[in-house]
């Protein structure tokens, strides 16, 4: 179970074109349930920095009875630029402690395309192309780009010492339940590679599309997902 929390807390991944459809910073809160029980909690802000750059933020750790036993705490940044109107990241880092503590860090050589990414460590050289982002900035970049109306998603994913492709798949309009009332929302959903876990996500016009909510079903069928609870600046 502590892996699959992990992994969701990672989910969602985006690419960013024009700054009329960029989203504005925001806080969202939100929930994340494991089998219909609640077991932790998580922040996401994007902020802007004084030299020009772009931030944002993942913070994420489980809470009650599970916190009690196993805390788990997970902390994610990127940041990035707009370079003649496109999203470039810049750095990417993930650090977990509690249990199992892992640290994970990407640094975005353009000049050069070429990413270093430290692991495990390990530090492997990916070569870049065009509209690599990482796995936290993409999930701006679906907000930014489901606001210029487009539907079919496509995102190249620098991670693990090479470029994953990830592409999810509309399903339909759906209203769903929140801590801020019920929203409708674009239905979208990501099967892996071996056909045996999916992500499925829930982006709510009203907030720049913002996924306010996201389900994970491992291969053996547990079912883990995050609700928003709270947001700050997308209103």
Not at 14 to 26: E, I, T, V
Not at 42 to 57: A, I, P
Not at 74 to 81: G, M, N, Q, S, W
Not at 101 to 124: E, G, H, M
Request: glycine share 8%; hydrophobic share 35%.
């Amino acid at each position: 179970m502590k892996s699959v929390f992990i992994g969701l807390l990672l989910l969602w991944s985006y690419a960013l074109y024009g700054a009329d459809s960029f989203p504005p910073p925001f806080t969202a809160h939100y929930k994340v349930y494991a089998d219909g029980l609640p077991v932790g909690k998580g922040t996401r802000t994007l902020s802007f920095r004084q030299n020009g750059e772009l931030q944002f933020d993942s913070i994420a750790e489980t809470t009650g009875l599970i916190s009690f036993f196993k805390h788990i705490r997970i902390e994610e940044r990127t940041v990035f630029t707009q370079v003649g109107g496109k999203i470039r990241p810049k750095e990417y880092s993930y650090h977990q402690t509690g249990s199992k503590p892992r640290l994970t860090t990407i640094s975005f050589d353009w000049s050069k395309k070429v990413a270093k990414n430290t692991f495990k460590d390990q530090t492997q050289e990916i070569l870049l192309d065009e509209g690599t982002l990482d796995k936290l900035l993409y999930q701006v970049v679906l907000m930014q780009e489901l606001e210029q109306g487009k539907r079919q998603l496509n995102y190249k994913i620098a991670d693990k010492g090479k470029i994953s492709t990830y592409i999810p798949t509309f399903i339909g309009e759906v209203h769903v339940k929140t801590g801020i009332g019920n929203l409708k929302t674009l239905k979208y959903q990501r099967v892996s590679s071996n056909k045996k876990r999916h992500t499925t996500l829930w982006c709510a016009p009203s907030l720049h599309y913002l996924p306010v909510q996201v389900e994970h079903v491992e291969t053996d069928g547990d079912v883990f997902s995050m609700v928003l609870q709270s947001v700050q600046g997308l209103d």
